[in-house]
């Protein structure tokens, strides 16, 4: 068991490191996009390649920050690279967003979408009740030694995928084959090249949004020059074939007529599978899967406040660990902002421009792999890239597409995106300030 200079203990392993990305990236909205595509879209083969190109997408960043967190392995993500490539406050002004809404709003959602789906199974259940129960409980149980954590998110994710592919199984044995053609034809040049192809890529874009979870624990991974790297490779790459194999299932296994329109995709397709009970097995599956996501970042989002902690002397206090070596104020700080997301339900506004923002900084970080190359040409990279510099510049470019199209979309939640990040602004120089004059006092 190592530690690394800022004294984090290494106890999590490559699989787990792993299994952190997968949980991450698998949540609602795989089971829930579907239903929107193919209300404009009716060729199987533009829909599945809808997925492919969103997990090119994950894969190209994924190997991206596999670069940059081989080059500055620490907790932190995004907060820790920006701040590194270009200045302080770019890096500040992304921890922000995670630290107030970019962890805490994910984790209220699926907390509450967890609760919807148990209570309709269970109607005993109240939805808000389980919500409060899952979130609060989670986060108690990461306020422990890092390898409980490690057990449970584990074999949490392992049982996620383990019914997502005995979905897949039966959905390929026991459902009836659609009349749809998964193989490209004629059509499929103008349905790809359409304003709804693009509209949804934004959406499958989202779907996997998660897969950088790995770089927030990174000082505390075994080897993580080696280890992040890998885990990011692989976590993604079998999210990748969970998504386009299940929606496959989908449209394999149920008529695009019931499901266009549709949100609870998942639904519709399991009662075409399995019948009428199919719908409670959907909502077990899609509940056991949101436990190992909102578990996922109840894990990970502390990480970036104790980076800002660490750095900052005005928030010392968020660094602060307990007997276990967890930063429990940052912890404790996420879940007060998730429960009082799940009272109020205010959160849902700010998921609504939450894409943008968290679009912007991954879009600024894989820049930094260009920046890097050239300002530190020969720094030591014990991993580099593969396909440097198509890898980037495909994750670069779609990234542009995405904050151009959602800017000129949608310029209220854009524009509230970009006021959320500046009022960071002020809080960074306030810090920075009692900074600089902490260091002068200590000088003298």
């Known amino acids: 068991m190592s530690e690394d200079s800022q004294g984090n203990t290494r106890t999590i392993s490559l699989f787990t490191a792993s299994c952190l990305v997968v949980a991450n990236t698998i949540g609602t909205g795989v089971f829930t996009s579907l239903g929107f595509q193919v209300a404009d879209i009716q060729t199987g083969f533009a829909l599945l390649l809808l997925w492919v190109i969103g997990g090119i997408f994950a894969l190209s960043g994924a190997l991206s920050y596999g670069e940059l967190s081989a080059l500055m392995p620490r907790s932190g993500g995004e907060y820790h690279f920006l701040s590194k490539i270009y200045h302080p406050a770019v890096g500040f002004l992304s921890g922000w967003i995670s630290v107030t809404v970019g962890f805490a709003a994910p984790i209220a959602l699926a907390a509450m979408a967890l609760g919807d789906y148990l209570s309709r199974v269970f109607p005993i259940f109240s939805p808000m009740g389980v919500a409060l129960f899952v979130t609060i409980a989670i986060s108690i149980l990461y306020s422990q030694q890092n390898t409980i954590g490690s057990y449970f998110q584990n074999s949490m994710t392992v049982l996620k995928v383990a019914l997502i592919v005995l979905l897949i199984l039966c959905g390929v044995v026991l459902a009836t084959p659609q009349d749809l053609s998964f193989l490209p ?24 949004s998660g897969w950088n979870a790995a770089v927030y624990l990174a000082s505390e991974v075994k080897s993580p020059q080696r280890n992040v ?184 939640e854009s524009l509230a995106g970009l006021g959320t990040i500046a009022l960071g602004l002020p809080l960074y120089f306030w810090a920075a300030k009692h900074q600089l004059a902490s260091s002068r006092s200590n000088s003298q």
């Open 185 to 208: 034809s004629a059509d499929d040049f103008n349905a790809i090249t359409s304003a709804p192809f693009a509209v949804s890529l934004v959406f499958v874009t989202y779907s996997y």
């Open 229 to 412: 790297p890998r885990a990011l490779l692989f976590g993604t790459s079998v999210v990748m074939v969970l998504y386009v194999a299940l929606n496959f299932v989908f449209l394999y296994s149920t008529p695009i007529e019931e499901m266009a329109g549709q949100v609870e995709v998942g639904y519709i397709a399991a009662t075409s599978i399995f019948g009428e009970q199919g719908a409670k097995l959907m909502g077990l599956l899609i509940s056991f899967g949101l436990v190992s996501s909102i578990s996922a970042m109840t894990w990970a989002g502390p990480r970036v406040t104790q980076a800002i902690g660490e750095d900052f002397a005005i928030f010392r206090g968020l660094a602060k660990k307990n007997r276990h070596g967890i930063p429990h104020f940052a912890l404790w700080l996420q879940l007060a902002i998730a429960i009082a997301l799940i009272i109020t339900s205010t959160f849902e506004a700010v998921l609504t421009y939450l894409g943008f923002t968290l679009t912007l900084s991954s879009l600024l970080t894989v820049l930094g792999v260009f920046v890097l190359r050239v300002k530190q040409p020969e720094a030591p990279r014990p991993y580099k890239i593969w396909g440097y510099p198509l890898t980037p510049a495909v994750f670069v470019g779609i990234s542009l597409w995405i904050v151009v199209f959602v800017l000129t979309s949608k310029p209220i």
